[in-house]
């Protein structure tokens, strides 16, 4: 089975920018979507971005503007830049693929002053 492995999460101050890279160990090609996911303390896991095998995207309503979704079948590797980072962004993101595989051990980004 493909394994993600997610990285590039940090420490950033309110306004600031990051990038997450997710890397499959085999090709993301054949999936029907790959989505970035988020989860805050006390909160549940939720979908923040999707990027289909088609390029279509979606975001929720609080990141648009802000984050950008992008894929590199050819580096079986999703990303995600996040700008105009801000407190409520502060979670241990994920990604994962459509069909559904098992999670990786995700990345903390953390937005605090």
């Known amino acids: 089975q493909v394994q993600l492995v997610e990285s590039g999460g940090g420490l950033v101050q309110p306004g600031g920018s990051l990038r997450l890279s997710c890397a499959a160990s085999g090709s993301i090609f054949s999936f029907n979507a790959m989505g970035w996911y988020r989860q805050a303390p006390g909160k549940q896991r939720e979908l923040v971005a999707i990027?289909?095998?088609?390029?279509?995207?979606n975001y929720i309503d609080s990141v648009k503007g802000r984050f950008t979704v992008s894929r590199d079948n050819a580096k079986n590797t999703v990303y995600l830049q996040m700008n105009s980072l801000n407190p409520e962004d502060t979670a241990v993101y994920y990604c994962n693929a459509d069909p559904g595989i098992d999670w990786g051990q995700g990345t903390q980004v953390t937005v605090s002053s």
């Open positions: 990027i289909t095998s088609g390029g279509s995207i």
